[in-house]
């Protein structure tokens, strides 16, 4: 008897202690315990030292956060940057003029002094990764409230991270895990000038674009370079022409071998947020009122950009990367939706809870943890459902919609100084300073005309979908003035403010007074609304609380009620490693999609009709002449491929590696049958979509003729 139980014990600790490919976003710090075993099964040439080391260099030190929220990779032992063209776009969008249409045309710097430096973007190289869950959790008891416990982190984390960068340039962040169960601290070393190297033209970068985002079969070549550079001491620095490219420890070889299903795949980079562990109740917000609303909303934004970018060449470069952030999530949360349903993901979800409240239900001092979790989610959720038309609507509508009201919140620090009885004057001009920079930046990208009938539209939307209790009773004093007619008010607005053209905000910031700042209408409206929105932020924060705690101990109780799974932490824009295969998948009965497209495919979507599926000249003379050189395989040019790995937004842009370490490919993407993913993840159906690199070489060689670059690389058959 003894006996069967071990052999079952034992068979069921292999079967379940393995860690499943495909699925997870694991720590690199623990590449070495949980994967790889597995990883080396499934093809893994390297050791675990060799992906992740704080002691030598290791791919990790090859791989960057590049900007705020994209991921790229150094392939060039002069700080070369691969990542995607929707990662550089704002950079490239920033350089081009109607004149130097970067966008349009595409850029290749030919020599160093060439490239562009980019004021803002940065190239940020994690030092390591270290577990700090006690630290951070000193102190902390069971008795505190939720905003007690906050504070209680927050102060010892400061401490963590002091402790850590003494002596150091470095950044630290101390970042929870698992709902809050455990800390880790990321040391990083930020290099701030990057500059822009080469970029294809949209017609290549964002072939395809909005019609064919987030799916599958793609054609895109979503690729951008990029250098870093350090002073000469090979150390962070501010920009200065003095400064040279930048020696990293490590930068990653790139394979133009042939590929095959199953083939050993994994990426690298930054996920920025999943939640895996959330709640049925999570879901039902989503459906119900999240994604609508974010939908609704967006689609009112995206349309009036439309129409004013089509109309005006300047306008369509001013809002281009305005409009494709946009863009991008609105077609996501509707695929989110989409899939949610059809995959069942409430049901699931419900399932395990079900099983979670009995696994409670059998156990005294599991109900003394535990009882209250899932009752405390769903008490929460009822409280931010009531809210979320006023919250997501103040968010998405008014305070990122409604681009003067973004800007009147430049002005704040200076209104508080200004209606000071004697506002110190050197205090007035440094702040005068900062709203100039801002201003400068702002009305760079700005159009006015555009922005009259966003705040009209924006202001009408609102008021019909928040409930009217949850308003500013300044919007109805609108409302009631103008006879309900927004555009009236909205072009008296802007020929009021004095925040409507860099002329009159100059001439305000000459001598800025409180007293016409009191009265501007863009700045009375701004105002009405953000007092609005503490407001109802100090009503739905305890709940917001009681949502944390009740996931937190959630997440603690299922990792106790699973304790033979191997769980990985949801996403927060800290560096993971996911590995699996190059796969194909079937997104419906009786279809089935490969796991490459070719540049055949480019050519049969062509239309020179919609900006969307423009065909240069040059690229097609290419693919006429089949002159891909040594990038094309069997007189084809693969352009795009698929595999299993586990991937979110702020992937974009990481490496494809093989099991050697090698560049494949840059991953771009996400499948619209698996949009759910972020909730979910679908083995059969969720795939990265990836750009081939041997794609990326031929633009840069063949298209672009920036043999220059193919020259750093270290290519390999
Ligand atoms: N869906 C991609 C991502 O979030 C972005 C693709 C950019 N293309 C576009 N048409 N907006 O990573």
């Not at 490459?596 to 002449?625: I, W």
Request: hydrophobic residues 35%; glycine residues 6%.
């Amino acid at each position: 008897m003894k006996k069967i139980t071990l052999v079952i014990l034992t068979l069921l600790s292999v079967f379940t202690f393995q860690s499943r490919a495909d699925e997870g976003m694991w720590l690199p710090l623990f590449v070495q315990r949980l994967n790889y075993v597995d990883m080396q099964k499934e093809g893994l040439h390297l050791t675990a030292e060799e992906i992740y080391s704080i002691n030598h260099s290791s791919l990790k030190d090859a791989i960057i956060i590049f900007g705020g929220g994209c991921t790229g990779e150094i392939v060039s032992p002069n700080g070369l940057i691969f990542t995607n063209h929707h990662c550089g776009y704002s950079s490239i969008q920033s350089h081009s003029t109607v004149d130097h249409d970067y966008l349009s045309d595409g850029f290749w710097a030919t020599r160093y002094e060439e490239e562009l430096p980019t004021p803002g973007l940065r190239a940020s190289f994690l030092v390591s990764i270290q577990d700090v869950t006690a630290a951070a959790l000193a102190g902390v008891t069971n008795q505190m409230t939720e905003a007690e416990r906050a504070d209680k982190i927050k102060e010892n984390s400061k401490k963590i991270e002091s402790e850590n960068t003494k002596g150091t340039q470095y950044e630290a962040r101390t970042t929870p895990f698992f709902n809050g169960n455990e800390y880790y601290l990321f040391l990083y070393e930020v290099y701030k000038d990057v500059r822009l190297v080469g970029a294809p033209p949209t017609s290549i970068g964002k072939f395809g674009a909005d019609t064919d985002n987030w799916m599958w079969p793609r054609h895109t070549g979503d690729f951008s370079v990029f250098r870093v550079y350090a002073s000469k001491d090979n150390k962070p620095a501010e920009y200065a022409a003095g400064n040279v490219p930048m020696k990293s420890k490590q930068f990653l070889p790139v394979s133009i071998k042939e590929k095959k299903i199953g083939d050993f795949a994994m990426i690298m980079g930054y996920p920025g947020r999943t939640t895996r562990y959330a709640t049925s109740t999570a879901i039902k917000f989503a459906l119900e009122k999240n994604n609508p609303m974010v939908v609704k909303i967006r689609t009112k934004k995206l349309d009036i950009l439309r129409e004013d970018m089509a109309a005006d060449a300047s306008v369509r470069i001013k809002y281009a990367a305005k409009f494709a952030g946009s863009a991008n999530y609105w077609k996501y949360y509707i695929g989110q939706s989409k899939g949610l349903k059809q995959l069942g993901v409430y049901d699931r979800k419900k399932e395990l809870e079900d099983q979670f409240a009995n696994w409670i239900n059998t156990d005294k001092d599991r109900s003394a943890i535990y009882s209250e979790a899932l009752p405390d989610i769903s008490l929460a959720y009822e409280t931010i459902n009531k809210y979320e038309a006023a919250v997501r609507y103040n968010a998405e509508a008014i305070m990122q919609g409604c681009e003067i009201i973004a800007f009147s919140r430049n002005f704040n620090k200076l209104a508080d100084v200004l209606a000071k009885p004697k506002p110190d004057q050197k205090i007035v001009q440094t702040l005068t300073k900062q709203v100039t920079e801002a201003s400068g930046k702002y009305f760079k990208d700005y159009n006015m005309a555009t922005d009259v009938k966003m705040l009209a539209a924006m202001l009408q939307l609102y008021y019909n979908d928040v409930p009217k209790e949850m308003q500013p009773a300044y919007l109805e004093k609108i409302h009631k003035k103008y006879k309900g007619d927004f555009a009236a008010y909205a072009s008296e607005v802007f020929s009021k403010t004095n925040f409507s053209d860099t002329t009159k905000v100059k001439l305000f910031l000459s001598n800025p007074q409180s007293k016409s700042l009191q009265k501007d209408p863009a700045w009375i409206l701004y105002k009405a609304f953000s007092a609005n929105s503490s407001l109802i932020d100090s009503l739905v924060k305890p709940s917001n609380e009681l949502l944390a705690k009740g996931n937190r101990l959630f997440m603690q109780g299922l990792r106790e009620m699973q304790s033979d799974r191997t769980f990985y932490p949801d996403a927060n824009f800290t560096m993971r490693l996911t590995y699996g295969q190059v796969l194909d998948y079937s997104p419906a009965d009786a279809i089935d999609y490969n796991y490459v497209t070719t540049l055949d495919g480019v050519m049969a979507k062509e239309d020179p009709s919609n900006p969307e599926f423009v065909v240069a000249d040059k690229l097609k003379q290419l693919y006429k002449a089949k002159d891909y050189g040594r990038y094309g395989e069997n007189g084809k040019m693969v352009v795009g491929f698929l595999t299993n790995n586990d991937i979110t937004g702020g992937n974009s842009g990481s490496p494809v590696l093989n099991g050697d370490g090698e560049l494949i490919g840059l991953a771009f993407d996400g499948n619209w049958e698996a949009m759910s993913g972020n909730y979910a993840f679908e083995p059969k159906l969720q795939r990265t979509i990836c750009v081939d690199i041997r794609y990326v070489l031929f633009v840069i060689d063949k298209y672009a003729g920036a043999t220059n670059l193919i020259n750093e690389l270290d290519i390999r058959n």
